[in-house]
């Protein structure tokens, strides 16, 4: 049975940053691709990153990219995604996701999703 677990969600400030992991169980990790995806109410999803199963593409959604920063640990069976210089916009649940041997965006697994705030 697939398992995604994501936490390091939280309030955040502008500028600051924060870093979310996902934690994988119940299928061979480092044979797929992952990614990261986020959901803003009213909005539709948004892919943010994603990553090889081996680590070595990632790509990343233009808005993010230079700020956000995806890897992953195929020992720990771990993907993190850190995030940097946030900014209002970023606020979201982030979801992290299994994709297909061929493409993160091909997905069959979601975990429950970690939320970032902005303190007003």
């Known amino acids: 049975q697939v398992q995604l677990v994501e936490s390091g969600g939280g309030l955040a400030q502008p500028g600051g940053s924060l870093t979310l992991t996902c934690a994988a169980s119940g299928f061979t990790f480092d044979m797929y691709q992952m990614g990261w995806a986020r959901q803003i109410p009213g909005k539709g999803l948004e892919w943010v990153s994603g990553?090889?199963?081996?680590?070595?593409?990632?790509w990343y959604l233009p808005s993010v990219k230079g700020r956000f920063t995806i890897s992953r640990d195929n020992f720990q069976n771990i993907v993190r995604l850190q995030l940097n210089d946030l900014k209002p916009e970023d606020a979201a649940l982030y979801h992290c996701?299994?994709?297909?041997?061929?493409?993160?965006?091909?997905?069959?697994?979601w975990g429950q999703g970690t939320q970032i705030a902005f303190s007003s």
């Open positions: 996701a299994k994709g297909s041997r061929w493409s993160y965006r091909e997905v069959d697994s």
């Open positions: 990553i090889s199963h081996d680590g070595r593409e990632t």
